[in-house]
């Protein structure tokens, strides 16, 4: 895995702080991994790991990724590292898709990506329509997956008769 140093620093984008490529990055790059503390206090710029657990960035540059309905980035859930998803130029943002690990944002937003796709309004994964869901549920932490079945098994069957 290439150094942090050596793939992105912290710059800016038209939506604030970002985290920028510093070299063109090919597809399936190990960008770096996301540590830090855990904490049962979601905030703006966790990730949530576990029902009532978050991950709590600790000056890592992680911090800074911003959101996407495209991203050019996932997290790799079997190893906490943020990989591409195809080749990223140099001094392109890196971007991920808040969806994929909060169940209900702490601070809701309007996107402003400009993705064809774009998702509107990022409140959390709970939040999305059931056919969202069933589409973005196999890029999901494993902590939305499972707390998605829970979900889906208490919403009412619609059927005839209703």
């Known amino acids: ?72 980035c996932r997290i790799d859930f079997n190893t906490w590292t943020l990989v591409t998803t195809r080749t990223i130029q140099c001094n392109e943002e890196l971007t991920f898709n808040y969806l994929t690990t909060e169940w209900a944002m702490v601070a809701p937003f309007v996107c402003q990506c400009s993705a064809l796709h774009c998702y509107g309004f990022v409140a959390g994964f709970k939040y999305l329509p059931l056919v969202q869901q069933v589409l973005l549920v196999p890029q999901c932490s494993p902590i939305l997956r499972r707390l998605w079945r829970v979900h889906v098994k208490l919403i009412p069957p619609q059927g005839h008769g209703q």
């Open 1 to 72: 895995m290439a150094r942090l140093d050596m793939c992105a620093v912290l710059g800016a984008s038209p939506h604030g702080e970002a985290v920028i490529a510093i070299q063109e990055l090919a597809l399936d790059t190990l960008v770096f991994s996301l540590t830090g503390t855990i904490t049962h206090l979601p905030n703006t710029y966790t990730i949530q790991i576990g029902a009532h657990t978050h991950l709590l960035p600790d000056g890592q540059l992680w911090r800074y990724l911003n959101h996407s309905c495209a991203p050019n």
